[in-house]
């Protein structure tokens, strides 16, 4: 009923200042209580109804229905994947840099050795039963070779499917 | 008969007696989460009630012990999940505090915002349970949709709608997105209007007002007493609020008013709360129109050691005083980490709120108390 | 029958009934007219929850800004049925220390309560199964069965939530049962006679002629607080104390599952619809038409069937307990009983004394 003008008085800056309730009980006689709590009341029918009778209120989504349709912001958190060039080579240098600064041990890069001796990346293994999407190994790489992937659907019937490798020998497209 | 654990109150005689006790949670519709309370009833009358923690114990201080400071402030958004931003902060102001980490001004601003679109999405929350909890299903809906896009703006800011691990010592891990502004301004005509329809439907409403008007007063005395703080504090009458009183961050550049109640009882408490996501639409609002440009953090370091020494910092959560106090012993890694959680101290003072009223009250004293139980047991 | 002679008296006998009777020799089709009513009944009965159900849920879902069950038939249209077979299939538990016979006995009581009830509404002109001249004495007895299976459900589930919404249940359910009737009482006295066909038949005429207008300003305060008190009577929200979620997690159901559990809420569905359906027999004008008082669109109003006007009003009815379960906070137990008996009970009084008043100055037109 006054809530605009506790709001106007609030607005004004100043000393924190005693707030008046911003409707009582409806004081004085039996019937006059009655009456009010009982306008009270059908004043909040008046609010839902209005939610009734408008679909345009509706908010929910329906979810698989608009998979096509639903996209997740560039920053999104999810399922840690590896950026490949259009040659799907990526840009890994194994320095295990992630692997440090994952706080679960979620990330374990095994290195191995080309021919010419230079170490490169073995196996990248993510472990997504672990990981808590804090995205501070994609914070700290160096070569921006690890990012935050957009797929939000990761259930899985098996643990061991939570287990991924990002980079294998096995996975490696053959350009 | 022997009594239960806890319960001190006067013993039951050799049985002769209409008393029970009942078991309210782990798993209970309105306990929110797994906080356990065992009543001792008479009939639907509450005698007393013990309240039992750690079902959702995960040790994170002692966690904390092992990870390095940045590590740390993933682990804080586990505590209180609906002020996430505002644990984070508190971690990173103790970093800034012992490193003498300076935070641009877009940083600063940036923080303040955050911190109050936070407060705003677990006042809706608590709005929408509160309703739940007194058996209007339909508020918890109407809470949720408002709260919508403000998850939506974190989602956009950060990539996560809960778990946000966002500040970093010397500002936070992303700038702003360019859409951040227009979005905040949506929100805040939106949460007045919201707020608006909030009054009508629950403030106004005599059921409401009967339900929680005279239920569960916590007088100022004992609020202080206790440790309170929040809008549990505020309800009974103290003025005291982190941002006013201790001011970190901004928060001493921008207008804004502490709502206070004055008898301390569940509509008090509901009326603070309500107050409070109008001022924070003020501070937002006061903050889109300031709103400088630059950069959003400082150097980034590669790895933050703290010097020996232990340092306190705190900040108002939705919930009220959260405050981390760090033992540093020269490492990378903390040798202590310690929380003081807000809902902690809130909690205790259940078990003298409740007594002599009706289960039903019980139910809307937890609600208003606004516990988060990951945050009581850590 | 001669309270009202200027007022058309419909024959009790329907087109089906007297069809019966010409094939059949007397003593075999008053039988097979018996049986033929319990049966429509029984589809009634069991199709109602179903409609009920499904159209709880979509309005409760528009009034949350949501859209409800989409997925089961068209608009989720199919939903109840996909409900009702899961709960069929469901294991029925029985927690230790359970009084067993009381345990599976309580579920089936509410629902033969709601179902007697049936027996009496007038549905149409020719629609009743009987027509008591006690009527409305029979369903204020028939009603009260439902409490039983309640209390018993809370009692003999050996669990203290149970016991708590049980005894919830016994104290607010016999407290509104004297508000309702009080209510019932005072139609009665308007109308001159107990029988559910007789009140509908007395208010025959446009649609000033029901109790809620004829009954200056007050009707309409009595259909007002009728609504109330059979919410209450019905343990729909704001008055679900006895199931109160947040604070006894089910109430008298927390024990109960699979298709004992649907019993329950079968029941409470039919007994919504009976409360609904006797608003509308006393105060709303049962299955007349509301006619207008102009020529042309009375009769095209009259064209249509009795029972679809029945149907119509009782599902409006219908909707405003949703719409009164979708907006309210819960009462506490205590402020029920001060409600019931501080608010309404003398209320109740005054309206029957004013009507006294009415029908002793001759005031109201019979």
């Excluded at chain 2, 107050?275 to 924070?280: D, F, K, N, V, Y």
């Amino acid at each position: 009923m006054n809530t605009t003008s506790s709001r106007q008085n609030s607005m004004t800056p100043g000393s924190p200042q005693k707030q008046t309730p911003a409707s009582s009980l409806p004081s004085g006689s039996y019937f006059k209580r009655i009456v009010s709590g009982f306008i009270s009341l059908l004043r909040g029918m008046g609010l839902t109804v209005t939610y009734l009778t408008d679909p345009r209120t509706v908010v929910t989504q329906q979810y698989p229905e608009n998979r096509a349709t639903l996209l997740m912001t560039p920053r999104f958190r999810a399922c840690l994947t590896m950026v490949r060039d259009e040659t799907g080579a990526h840009c890994c240098t194994a320095c295990g840099l992630c692997e440090k600064a994952c706080p679960n041990g979620t990330i374990s890069v095994l290195t191995m050795k080309d021919l010419s001796g230079r170490k490169m990346l073995g196996k990248y293994v993510y472990r997504l039963l672990q990981c808590t999407f804090c995205n501070l190994c994609v914070e700290t790489c160096p070569f921006g070779a690890i990012v935050m992937g957009q797929n939000y659907e990761l259930a899985a019937y098996d643990r061991d499917a939570l287990v991924l490798t990002l980079h294998s020998e096995e996975d490696e497209p053959h350009a | 008969m022997e009594l239960p654990a806890g319960f001190t109150y006067r013993p039951i005689q050799n049985g002769a007696t209409d008393e029970y006790f009942l078991n309210m949670g782990p798993q209970h519709p309105s306990t929110h989460g797994v906080l356990r309370l065992v009543l001792r009833l008479d009939g639907e009358n509450i005698i007393e009630i013990v309240p039992h923690l750690g079902y959702v114990h995960r040790g994170i201080e002692k966690m904390g012990e092992n990870q390095t400071y940045l590590q740390n402030i993933h682990l804080t958004d586990r505590l209180d999940y609906l002020s996430a931003y505002s644990n984070n902060l508190a971690l990173c102001l103790a970093i800034e505090e012992a490193l003498e980490i300076g935070v641009p001004e877009r940083g600063e601003y940036l923080r303040v915002m955050i911190c109050e679109l936070q407060r705003i999405q677990s006042h809706l929350l608590w709005w929408g349970v509160l309703g739940m909890d007194m058996g209007a299903v339909t508020s918890f809906l109407y809470g949720f949709k408002e709260r919508e896009p403000i998850t939506d703006i974190f989602e956009e800011l950060c990539g996560a709608r809960l778990t946000m691990n966002f500040f970093r010592p010397g500002g936070s891990a992303f700038d702003a997105p360019e859409t951040f502004l227009p979005r905040v301004r949506e929100v805040i005509s939106s949460i007045r209007k919201a707020v608006d329809e909030f009054h009508t439907l629950l403030t106004h409403n005599v059921i409401f007002q009967e339900r929680t008007k005279g239920i569960g007063v916590l007088s100022r005395e004992k609020a202080l007493a206790y440790g309170c703080s929040g809008a549990v504090l505020r309800g009974s009458g103290v003025d005291y609020d982190v941002r006013k009183n201790q001011p970190y961050s901004l928060y001493d550049q921008f207008d804004f008013s502490v709502p206070t109640g004055t008898t301390g009882d569940c509509f008090d408490r509901y009326l603070v709360r309500l107050e409070e996501m109008l001022q924070a639409t003020n501070i937002l609002e006061q903050a889109v129109r300031r709103f400088p440009g630059g950069p959003h953090r400082s150097k980034v370091k590669a790895q933050y050691k703290l010097p020996a020494g232990s340092y306190w910092s705190q900040v108002e959560s939705a919930r009220g005083l959260f405050g981390v106090y760090v033992v540093a012993d020269g490492s990378a890694k903390p040798y202590r980490i310690k929380y003081r959680s807000p809902s902690f101290s809130n909690l205790q003072v259940l078990s003298e709120l409740v007594i002599g009223h009706k289960i039903a009250d019980l139910v809307a004293i937890i609600a208003t108390l606004d516990l988060v139980i990951p945050d009581i047991d850590r | 029958m001669s309270v009202f002679p200027d007022k058309v008296l419909y024959p009790p006998n329907n087109p089906i009934g007297d069809l019966v009777r010409t094939l059949v020799p007397a003593p075999f089709s008053d039988v097979l007219n018996g049986g033929l009513a319990i049966f429509s009944l029984l589809a009634l009965a069991s199709l109602t929850p179903v409609v009920l159900i499904w159209l709880e849920r979509k309005v409760a879902a528009h009034f949350q800004a949501r859209l409800g069950p989409m997925r089961v038939g068209w608009h989720g249209t199919l939903q109840p049925v996909a409900d009702g077979i899961k709960l069929m299939f469901k294991e029925i538990l029985k927690p230790e220390g359970a009084d067993t016979f009381l345990f599976f006995l309580a579920p089936i009581l509410p629902a033969t309560a709601s179902f007697l009830v049936l027996t009496v509404l007038p549905f149409d002109h020719h629609l009743q199964v009987t027509d008591l001249n006690a009527g409305v004495l029979f369903v204020i007895a028939a009603s009260g069965l439902s409490i039983f299976g309640v209390l018993l459900a809370g009692w003999s589930s050996n669990n203290k939530y149970s016991l708590l919404g049980g005894i919830r249940a016994g104290a607010q359910m016999i407290s509104f049962e004297i508000s309702l009737a009080l209510l019932m009482l005072l139609i009665v006295l308007l109308s001159g006679t107990a029988s559910l066909r007789g009140i509908v038949l007395a208010q025959q005429g446009t649609i000033l002629d029901w109790w809620i207008f004829k009954f200056p300003l007050f009707g309409l305060v009595a259909f007002i607080l009728f609504l109330i008190s059979s919410t209450a009577e019905l343990n729909r929200g704001p008055f679900d104390i006895v199931e109160a979620e947040s604070e006894l997690t089910g109430g008298f159901t927390t024990e109960y599952s699979g298709i004992s559990f649907a019993m329950f809420f079968f029941a409470e569905f039919v007994n919504m619809f009976v409360a609904a359906a006797l608003a509308t027999t006393l105060f709303l004008g049962g299955f007349l038409a509301p006619q207008m008082g102009w020529g042309m669109l009375d009769r095209l109003l009259d064209a249509v069937p009795g029972f679809v006007w029945f149907f119509a009003k009782t599902y409006g009815v219908i909707f405003i307990y949703m719409w009164f379960r979708w907006t309210f906070p819960r009462l506490r137990v205590d402020q029920l009983m001060v409600f019931e008996w501080k608010v309404l009970l003398p209320m109740h009084l005054f309206l029957l004394a004013v009507a006294g008043f009415f029908i002793t100055m001759e005031w109201i037109p019979l």
